[in-house]
Nanobody, 128 residues
């Protein structure tokens, strides 16, 4: 499995920006899809964005025009750049990795059930 370590969460005012990092180690592979999920209390984890090392990306409609993904392949690190943050973006954000195609991730309603490797989560709080 892959070990994942997230960083970069925090408190930000609405309209501001944050960048989350996810560093992968262990049995990484170009066949893995990396994904960002978020979760608020009482709700299931929501797929926010997905990325493959070949450069494919996916973004949920709620973040499509505000979030971007980049990577540093030498460091096996994926970054989620979040801008124009809204109160509704407040959540714990999780990085995940699994050996499957991005197509198979986004076609599943409860995509979080497909992933076995998870980071510890990082809190993002957007204030008014």
């Amino acid at each position: 499995q892959v070990q994942l370590e997230e960083s970069g969460g925090g408190l930000v005012q609405a309209g501001g920006s944050l960048t989350l990092s996810c560093a992968a180690s262990g049995r990484t592979s170009s066949l893995y899809t990396m994904a960002w999920f978020r979760q608020v209390p009482g709700k299931e984890r929501e797929l926010v964005a997905a990325f493959t090392w070949s450069g494919e990306t996916y973004f949920a409609d709620s973040v499509k025009d505000r979030f971007t993904i980049s990577s540093d392949n030498a460091k096996n690190t994926v970054y989620l750049q979040m801008r124009s943050l809204e109160l509704e973006d407040t959540a714990v954000y999780y990085c995940a990795a699994e050996r499957l195609s991005i197509r198979n991730v986004i076609r599943v309603l409860r995509a979080w059930t497909l992933f076995r490797s998870w980071g510890q989560g990082t809190q993002v709080t957007v204030s008014s």
